[in-house]
Nanobody
Framework: QVQLVESGGGLVQAGGSLRLSCAASGPIFKINSMGWYRQAPGKQRELVAQISSGDSTNYSDSVKGRFTISRDNRKNIEYLQMNSLEPEDTAVYYC???????????????WGQGTLVTVSS
């Protein structure tokens, strides 16, 4: 079974930094795009950042210039480096991976379990 495990969330003061990680494990033939989403209470889940297999990136306007998405293709790990954090960044962050499962060659999109980021003023 392919699984995503997130880590790195926590409580941080405004202006601080955190780095989230998302590790994919299991029978993976190929990972295509990877991304990060976030959801605050009472709000819809929104895209934060995406990175393609060719390392092309896309960011939400609200985080552009502050957040950096990256991936380790050998380890199948996705990272989100978050700098200059603001209270408005407080949310549960979810990683998302588009991949092809080994053996069956099924195409899937999987979500991580979520990690809470709380930014205090």
């Amino acid at each position: 079974q392919v699984q995503l495990v997130e880590s790195g969330g926590g409580l941080v003061q405004a202006g601080g930094s955190l780095r989230l990680s998302c590790a994919a494990s299991g029978p993976i033939f190929k990972i295509n795009s990877m991304g990060w989403y976030r959801q605050a209470p009472g709000k819809q889940r929104e895209l934060v950042a995406q990175i393609s297999s060719g390392d092309s990136t896309n960011y939400s306007d609200s985080v552009k210039g502050r957040f950096t998405i990256s991936r380790d293709n050998r380890k199948n790990i996705e990272y989100l480096q978050m700098n200059s954090l603001e209270p408005e960044d407080t949310a549960v962050y979810y990683c998302n991976v588009d991949l092809v499962v080994g053996g069956t060659n099924n195409h899937l999109q999987l979500w991580g379990q979520g990690t809470l980021v709380t930014v205090s003023s």
